[in-house]
């Protein structure tokens, strides 16, 4: 498995088990953190090709801009 992939203008970096990736920092009208939208999409991107490959993921969002794709057993 490759150690980055690249979708929508994002690289993913493989670390241990997931992909992760770190874009802007947004916000939502409540003023909680978000996902950046470009990102958001790229990691669904990212999320589709595994599945093509036979691998599980989820999506997780971190604080600060960080978006990872976490390999599922």
Same mark, same amino acid.
């Given at each position: ?6 979708? #929508? ?7 241990e088990? =997931?992909? *992760? =990736?770190?874009? *802007? ?5 409540e003023?909680? &953190?978000v996902?950046?939208?470009?990102l &958001?999409?790229?990691? *669904?991107?990212? &999320?589709?090709?595994?599945k ?8 997780e969002?971190?604080e600060?801009?960080? $978006?990872e794709? #976490?390999? $599922?057993?």
């Amino acid at each position: 498995m490759a150690n980055s992939r690249k979708f #929508n203008g994002h690289t993913f970096t493989l670390s241990e088990d =997931c992909f *992760e =990736c770190r874009g *802007e920092r947004y916000f939502d009208d409540e003023h909680d &953190q978000v996902p950046e939208p470009s990102l &958001q999409i790229a990691a *669904e991107k990212l &999320q589709e090709a595994l599945k093509l490959e036979g691998k599980n993921s989820e999506i997780e969002f971190g604080e600060k801009g960080w $978006i990872e794709v #976490n390999l $599922i057993d």
